[in-house]
C-alpha cells in the first residue's frame, strides 16, 4: 500500500472507517469524507507523520456515553503501526476485550495514552502491560480506588508522566 500523493496511506484511511460508527455520540469521525483517496490527514481528531503519512495520534474525546460502560476491542487500532498518542477520555469505558497479547505487539510505539473519564477500576490494568514506550498515562475521573498496585501495572520504565487524580485511591503500592 502506498501514499496517495500528499494524502494518508489509503490502508490507515480505510482502517478508520469501521472506528466511525463505534464512538457514535458526536463523533469527530462522523464527518470525514469516505471517498477513496480522501485525505484522513486532515479530518478533525487525527494526526499524521508529515513524512511518512501515517497515522501517529487519533482523538475520539467524548464520543460515546454508555451508563452502563462498555469494553474497548483495543485490535480496532493495530493497523496504526507509528502509533504515538490515542485519547479515549469520556467515553464510558469500563475495561478492553481480552485480546491484549496481539495489541501489545503492535502499540510498542504509543507514548501517550488518555483514559481520563472513563469507567476504569483497579482490576482493568492488565491491557497497560507491554507498552514499552509508554511516557504519559492519564487516568483523572475514573473509578480507582482504594490501594493501587501500580507495579501491577508492568507498564513502561520509559512512564514520566501517571495522573490517577480525582478517583478515590487511599494509597498506590509499588
Known amino acids: 500500500m502506498g501514499v496517495l500523493g500528499d494524502a494518508c496511506l489509503e490502508h490507515e484511511r480505510i482502517a478508520l472507517l469501521p472506528l466511525k460508527p463505534f464512538f457514535n455520540h458526536y463523533n469527530e469521525l462522523a464527518n470525514c469524507d469516505e471517498a477513496k483517496g480522501s485525505n484522513c490527514c486532515e479530518w478533525v481528531g487525527i494526526e499524521c507523520n508529515t513524512t511518512t503519512k501515517r497515522l501517529i495520534g487519533l482523538s475520539l474525546h467524548s464520543t460515546r456515553y454508555e451508563d452502563e460502560g462498555w469494553y474497548l476491542n483495543a485490535s480496532m487500532f493495530l493497523s496504526f503501526v507509528e502509533f504515538k498518542s490515542l485519547n479515549l477520555q469520556g467515553n464510558s469505558i469500563v475495561g478492553c476485550i481480552e485480546n491484549e497479547d496481539e495489541m501489545h505487539l503492535r502499540l510498542t510505539e504509543l507514548e501517550q495514552l488518555d483514559l481520563s473519564n472513563n469507567l476504569f477500576r483497579n482490576n482493568t490494568f492488565s491491557f497497560l502491560k507491554g507498552l514499552s514506550s509508554l511516557k504519559s498515562l ?9 490501594s493501587l ?12 508522566v501517571l495522573d490517577l487524580s480525582e478517583n478515590w485511591i487511599e494509597s498506590l503500592e509499588s
Open 138 to 146: 492519564t487516568m483523572v475521573v475514573n473509578n480507582l480506588q482504594g
Open 149 to 160: 498496585d501500580i507495579k501491577g501495572l508492568e507498564i513502561s520504565r520509559n512512564l514520566t
